[in-house]
């Protein structure tokens, strides 16, 4: 049994790379369900009157404690009766909810967000928007679910016992602030966008465990996507994003089919597609359009062996997402302002 002096020693050598690993965002392999953590620009970018989106990431449920992300947002178009056609002013609240190591470590963000998009002529076809987004975010590390050497009662660790810790738990708290422009065209059977998005442009400390002031990196997103329609019910729609944070960078690419239809006097659509990470994994995807209400899910299947040991399948990442989008739309609004799936 570890000494008490080696223990420490090993649990702050653990936290100090712990927190270094974790100066990354929470991020969604769905990105395209989750507005408003892709690019501020979003909101109230999409056909309706208001939008209510949540979404829930579990990375490697097969480990012992993974990684949970959650998100629940709500944006709504603002000045309807007072702007042009094609402008959109919005506004939106999100929570993110993010949790590692079965709940030792836990990041609460809260933010609030508004849009401006803008036709660059009067058929609306080229659209500019900008976005701004202010954040609170609060994590906190809670000691009492780890467990130590003085809790071994010789078959197993009593979190009942003793951990004869000296330090309390302890949180951060800080402002930040993301912004981000997007351009769209909408033209006969298509509709495109290209994007960029800035996070943490004021860098706030984020560390809970150096004495050094950390500062969190500037993440940069640039994203694209387009639709292009084969006829009055199918059509396809492929999209990519590169994401940099740091020294860690991510791309995603992929594509998806949808087949709509008619089901009593409600139009349904079911999508299936497959996006790639980039020397990471695949994503296969389904979602299911009926009403308001979208829902989507996806496994991503690893390619690569950087995460687990080649000899034990067990240890093999594996990581489900599902989407829950409901848009309340009208009669009133044009369709097709941006890409679904």
């Not at 109230?44 to 490697?60: H, L, V």
């Not at 939106?92 to 836990?106: A, H, I, T, W």
């Not at 990196?217 to 639709?227: F, K, Q």
Request: charged share 15%.
């Amino acid at each position: 049994m570890l000494t008490r002096a080696i223990q420490w020693l090993l649990f702050l050598a653990f936290l100090g790379h712990w927190s270094g690993a974790l100066g990354q965002d929470p991020h969604f392999s769905q990105y395209f369900a989750s507005p408003l953590t892709l690019n501020p620009v979003n909101t109230g970018y999409f056909d309706g009157d208001y939008r209510i989106a949540a979404n829930f990431r579990q990375q490697w449920f097969n480990a012992r404690d993974a990684y949970n992300t959650s998100t629940v947002s709500y944006d709504v178009k603002l000045m309807k009766p007072h702007v042009s056609e094609f402008t959109r002013v919005g506004i939106g609240v999100m929570g993110m909810f993010d949790e590692s190591l079965g709940g030792v470590l836990r990041s609460t963000y809260v933010s609030v967000s508004g849009a401006y998009h803008k036709a660059l002529a009067f058929d609306g076809k080229h659209t500019v928007g900008v976005g701004f987004q202010v954040t609170f975010a609060n994590r906190t590390i809670d000691y009492s679910r780890l467990t130590f050497a003085s809790q071994f009662n010789g078959l197993g660790f009593d979190t009942a016992l003793p951990n004869n810790l000296t330090i309390a738990d302890k949180s951060i708290e800080h402002l930040d602030m993301n912004a981000g422009v997007l351009y769209a065209l909408h033209s006969k059977g298509l509709n495109a966008y290209v994007g960029a998005s800035l996070y943490h442009i004021s860098q706030p400390q984020e560390s809970l465990f150096n004495e050094v002031e950390t500062k969190l990196n500037h993440r940069y997103n640039l994203h694209s996507a387009a639709e292009f329609s084969l006829d009055d019910l199918n059509s396809i729609s492929v999209s990519g994003l590169y994401m940099k944070q740091g020294n860690v960078s991510e791309t995603l690419f992929g594509g998806v089919y949808k087949l709509q239809s008619t089901l009593g006097k409600n139009n349904a659509s079911l999508f299936v597609g497959v996006w790639h990470r980039l020397r990471d994994a695949l994503i296969p995807y389904i979602g299911v359009d009926y009403k308001d209400i979208h829902v989507g899910i996806n496994y991503e299947v690893a390619i690569t062996n950087a995460y687990y040991n080649k000899s034990s399948y067990a240890l093999k990442p594996q990581t489900v997402e599902v989407s829950v989008i409901f848009r309340k739309r009208s009669i009133t609004n044009p369709a097709g302002l941006c890409p679904r799936f």
